[in-house]
């Protein structure tokens, strides 16, 4: 599986970003994929911010609650993540990554997946 994502760039504070995830390879119609992120001079945070299965169920970190929206187009095999109201602490690299997992699960933790693509930067201004 190969994942591509784009999307990311600088923005100012209490804008908006969406951010694309192009997947290809999928051998199978049951797998998730998600974003994780990883904060500037800090490890990849383990859990994911949000992730969405093949049946179109969606999990959403409690810090995504309400600003993250998660979706997928399945005739272009892409993902988006939108990311409204952004801080300063939004600044990350954010990750795509793809696993087996309901969403729940392959959230849970950045081992359940098991591709993942080299992460679009998000720089969020004051």
């Known amino acids: 599986v190969q994942l591509v994502e784009s999307g990311g760039g600088l923005v100012q ?11 290809s390879g999928f051998t199978d119609d049951d797998h998730a994929v998600g974003w994780f992120r990883q904060v500037p001079g800090k490890e990849r945070e383990g859990t994911g911010v ?23 187009n399945n005739v272009e095999n892409t993902v988006y993540l939108e990311i409204d109201q952004l801080g300063p ?19 849970s933790h950045w081992y359940a997946m098991d591709s993942w693509g080299k992460g679009t930067l ?5």
Do not use: M, N
């Open 50 to 72: 949000s992730c969405i299965y093949s049946d179109g169920s969606t999990y959403y970190a409690d810090s995504a609650q309400g600003r993250f929206t998660i979706s997928s």
């Open 122 to 126: 998000v720089i969020v201004s004051p």
């Open 89 to 107: 602490e939004d600044t990350a690299v954010y990750y795509c990554a793809s696993g087996p997992h309901p969403a729940a699960v392959a959230c």
């Open 13 to 23: 504070a209490g804008g908006s970003l969406r951010l694309s995830c192009k997947a």
